[in-house]
Nanobody, 125 residues
Framework: QVQLVESGGGSVQTGGSLRLSCAAN????????MGWFRQAPGKEREGVAA????????YYRDFVKGRSSISLDNAKNMLYLQMDTLKPEDSAMYYC??????????????????WGQGTQVTVSS
C-alpha cells in the first residue's frame, strides 16, 4: 500500500525559503513521475513541479521557475521541493503525488493515483 507523507511546511516571511519533503512509503520508483501540487482556499488545485524517473526530466510551472527545485532520492524513497524567494501568493496546502503508470502530463493532477495529506505553507508579507 502506497502512503505519501509530506513534511517541511511552515510559516515564513516574503523572500524566505522552505524545503518540502515527501516520504513515499510502499512506493517503488518506476518509469513514472512524482509531483508537487498546491491548493489555496477558494482556488483549484494546481501543479507546481514534477519529476519523471525516466531521464530525471523536471517540469515547473511558470510561477515557480527559477526559484524552486524538485529532486528525488531513490535510495531514501524521498521527494523534495526546495522553494526560495517565497511570495504571499505561494501560500497554500502543498501535496505530494505519485503514480506507477505512464504519466503523459506531469503537471496535471488527474494523472496521479497516489496523494499525501498535505503540508501547509504560509508566506507573510
Amino acid at each position: 500500500q502506497v502512503q505519501l507523507v509530506e513534511s517541511g511546511g511552515g510559516s515564513v516571511q516574503t523572500g524566505g525559503s522552505l524545503r518540502l519533503s515527501c516520504a513515499a512509503n510502499g512506493y517503488t520508483f518506476r518509469d513514472s513521475c512524482m509531483g508537487w501540487f498546491r491548493q489555496a482556499p477558494g482556488k483549484e488545485r494546481e501543479g507546481v513541479a514534477a519529476i519523471c524517473t525516466s531521464g530525471r526530466k523536471t517540469y515547473y510551472r511558470d510561477f515557480v521557475k527559477g526559484r524552486s527545485s524538485i529532486s528525488l532520492d531513490n535510495a531514501k524513497n524521498m521527494l523534495y521541493l526546495q522553494m526560495d524567494t517565497l511570495k504571499p501568493e505561494d501560500s497554500a496546502m502543498y501535496y505530494c503525488a505519485a503514480d506507477d503508470q505512464m504519466v503523459w502530463t506531469p503537471l496535471l493532477g488527474a494523472e496521479y493515483d497516489y496523494w499525501g495529506q498535505g503540508t501547509q505553507v504560509t508566506v507573510s508579507s
